[in-house]
């Protein structure tokens, strides 16, 4: 059971590239999460989706935007990668209603 | 929306000394708070959770109490051991959104 992973794990990327983060889960769960940590710091939501077919804006999603066109995918999306975005993204899922969360590996991404 | 603020940032205990973490939220509306652990380089895990209707939860070591009425939720951490350093993150739902995390050493 793979549970929830995410790709890449690490990726440097230049400036003005856009970039795609993957996250696909095997749990069948309806809520799916983007956070984002920097370092030193706490987890802030990106963006969330409650069910396919809706996305939702988190604490910080300006630069960032989703899709969930099915249960089990929810890439994020830079459309023009700026340093400020260098972080560690962590995907996560969980049932709908009150459920614990479960986390991928995260995605360590550089922008230079 | 919801704000979760959460204290100590960081905090130093010898082993076997308690440890209490203490959050607090805004949204009156949120019925979850989890509590979650991270280890150095690793993906948060589920420690423990509470629900809004209820005030007091345990878990061998581990004890989660939830005042309602004042918004403020606290983890305590007795007889800490060594493995129990790491960083520690309160949430709250809706869209859990996470406390700015709790930095804990544990030393021997």
């Known amino acids: 059971i793979a549970g929830i992973t995410q790709a890449p794990t690490s990726q440097i990327l230049a400036a003005g590239r856009r970039m795609t983060l993957r996250c696909t889960q095997d749990?069948?769960?309806?809520?799916m999460y983007w956070y984002r940590q920097d370092l030193g710091l706490g987890l802030r939501l990106i963006h969330y989706?409650?069910?396919?077919?809706?996305?939702g804006k988190g604490e910080v999603p300006d630069g960032y935007s989703v899709s969930r066109a099915n249960t089990d995918d929810f890439p994020l999306t830079l459309a023009s990668a700026v340093p400020s975005q260098t972080s560690v993204y962590f995907c996560a899922s969980s049932d709908s209603g009150l459920g614990e969360l479960f986390f991928g590996e995260g995605s360590r991404l550089t922008v230079l | 929306g919801e704000n979760v603020e959460q204290h100590p940032s960081t905090l130093s205990v010898q082993e076997g000394d308690s440890a209490v973490i203490k959050c607090t939220y805004s949204?009156?509306?949120?019925?979850?708070f989890p509590w979650y652990k991270q280890e150095l380089g690793k993906r948060p895990q589920l420690i423990i959770d509470i629900r809004s209707n209820v005030g007091e939860k345990k878990d061998q070591r581990i004890a989660v109490t939830l005042n309602k009425t004042a918004k403020h939720f606290s983890l305590h951490i007795t007889e800490t051991q060594p493995e129990d350093s790491a960083v520690y993150f309160c949430a709250a739902k809706n869209k859990l959104i996470f406390g700015a995390g709790t930095r804990l050493a544990v030393h021997p």
């Open positions: 749990m069948r769960h309806n809520a």
């Open positions: 949204d009156s509306a949120s019925n979850y």
């Open positions: 989706s409650n069910t396919a077919g809706t996305t």
